[in-house]
């Protein structure tokens, strides 16, 4: 079974911080790498999102950093806000078999960013 | 601007029972996902549909059913509910397979 292991579980950072946070995957068989925000009482909605052929992205403050040798990913959230205080969740999707086209969740990162 | 509609937003069920989540969309998307979000544990795909008439398993489809007879609906049935089915259930839509997924709010489900 196709995993996507994320990291933090849970992060607190202050007003203007740098947020970091990591995943891995364990299978090769993913060719889209988004990650989700989701605030309480809301459904996870895309907030950037990376190919394997680029080692990263950026929108405004929040980049994705992208190794595909470790099969590591990782989002960056700079001047960290405290409206950006959400669960985010890293995700992989699938390129081939029963996998085509569906998405692998990572288990989440709640982030509180103090004022 | 309506989306992903799920209804109802919480519910409470006794062992045993049966109920029908509703979901429907308004983008006239061809895919359709029904999720379950468990604390610490990310999102689980239970069933998926391509389109109307078509649906097919995802990860943890046991103990749930799903129908699309339409477009815009795509409802998830649980035939005798259990605690271990006790979660918070997303559904989602996309302008194909391999389209960003668009959520509804969720549906807060607790069996007691």
């Known amino acids: 079974q196709q995993q996507v292991k994320q990291s933090p579980q849970s992060l607190i950072v202050q007003k203007g911080g740098i947020s970091i946070i990591n995943c891995a995957y364990e299978n090769t068989a993913f060719d889209y790498f988004p990650w989700y925000q989701q605030f309480p009482g809301k459904g996870p909605a895309l907030l950037i999102a990376?190919?394997?052929?680029?080692s990263e992205k950026k929108e405004g403050r929040f980049t994705i950093s992208f190794n595909k040798s470790a099969k590591q990913f990782s989002l960056h959230i700079m001047d960290s806000q405290p409206g950006d205080s959400a669960t985010y969740f890293c995700?992989?999707?699938?390129?081939?078999?029963?996998?085509?086209?569906?998405?692998?969740f990572g288990q989440g990162t709640i982030l509180t960013v103090h004022p | 601007n309506a989306g992903v509609t799920q209804t109802p937003k919480f519910r409470i069920l006794k062992i045993g029972q049966s109920m029908t989540l509703q979901c429907a969309q308004d983008?006239?998307?061809?895919?359709m996902y029904w999720y379950r979000q468990d604390p610490g544990m990310g999102l689980k795909l239970i069933y998926y549909s391509v389109g109307a008439g078509i649906t097919d398993k995802g990860e943890v489809p046991n103990g749930y059913n799903v129908s699309r007879s339409t477009t815009e609906d795509f409802p998830l049935r649980l035939e005798l509910a259990a605690p271990s089915q006790t979660s918070v259930y997303f559904c989602a839509s996309s302008n194909g397979g391999r389209q960003p997924q668009h959520f509804g709010d969720g549906t807060r489900l607790s069996i007691l």
């Open positions: 983008m006239n998307h061809n895919y």
């Open positions: 990376i190919r394997p052929d680029v």
């Open positions: 995700a992989a999707r699938g390129t081939g078999g029963t996998s085509y086209g569906k998405l692998t």
